[in-house]
T-cell receptor, first 109, second 112 residues
Framework: EDKVVQSPLSLVVHEGDTVTLNCSYE??????LLWYKQEKKAPTFLFML????IEKKSGRLSSILDKKELFSILNITATQTGDSAVYLC?????????FGTGTSLTVIP | NAGVTQTPKFQVLKTGQSMTLQCAQD?????MYWYRQDPGMGLRLIYY???????DKGEVPNGYNVSRLNKREFSLRLESAAPSQTSVYFC???????????FGSGTRLTVV
């Protein structure tokens, strides 16, 4: 059964902290892994990862994929209150994405 | 640019009623999707359309039907709503499968 597991389920940190969110996957015919940020409404795209070991960066956010160990991490440095959201990862297999249940991040001022 | 537009934003149905959720995108994307999001379950794919004229079942298709009306529009129909279909429904589109999605703002559906 294809599945994507994210950890932790929730996280509370103080502004300025660095956080690491985890995503492991077991899917057949893996093609790529995506990270999304979901605030109050629809998820918004952060990163797409297809190759192992290549870090994608966007400002304070970065992500890397390990295709051998079947996981990805999303790092956020110098967190801000605006980073508070649910972070979703999704693994693409064939023509379908499988989403994890998300990590809820709360950043306290 | 509107991106992906879903209507309605909120809906309350009685058990057994039918309704259609509408989705339209203006990005000339080939692929469109319908997801439902439930607490603790993450996003689950209901149906998708890889290209105009094709539709395929996703992870949880039972109780739903879809129509890819044209390249822009992809509708989701509940023929006989059940309380288990209470959820938030997201439509999404992508240029090709596997290159990231743009999501609509969601429809919160309650079946009583």
């Amino acid at each position: 059964e294809d599945k994507v597991v994210q950890s932790p389920l929730s996280l509370v940190v103080h502004e300025g902290d660095t956080v690491t969110l985890n995503c492991s996957y077991e899917v057949t015919n893996f093609r790529s892994l995506l990270w999304y940020k979901q605030e109050k409404k629809a998820p918004t795209f952060l990163f797409m990862l297809t190759s192992s070991g290549i870090e994608k960066k966007s400002g304070r956010l970065s992500s890397i994929l390990d295709k051998k160990e079947l996981f990805s991490i999303l790092n956020i440095t110098a967190t801000q209150t605006g980073d508070s959201a649910v972070y979703l990862c999704a693994a693409l297999t064939g023509n379908q994405f499988y989403f994890g249940t998300g990590t809820s991040l709360t950043v306290i001022p | 640019n509107a991106g992906v537009t879903q209507t309605p934003k909120f809906q309350v149905l009685k058990t057994g009623q039918s309704m259609t959720l509408q989705c339209a995108q203006d990005m000339n994307h080939n692929s469109m999707y319908w997801y439902r999001q439930d607490p603790g379950m993450g996003l689950r794919l209901i149906y998708y359309s890889a290209s105009e004229g094709t539709t395929d079942k996703g992870e949880v298709p039972n109780g739903y039907n879809v129509s890819r009306l044209n390249k822009r529009e992809f509708s989701l129909r509940l023929e006989s709503a059940a309380p288990s279909q209470t959820s938030v429904y997201f439509c999404a589109s992508s240029d090709t499968i596997g290159y990231g999605y743009t999501f609509g703002s969601g429809t919160r559906l309650t079946v009583v």
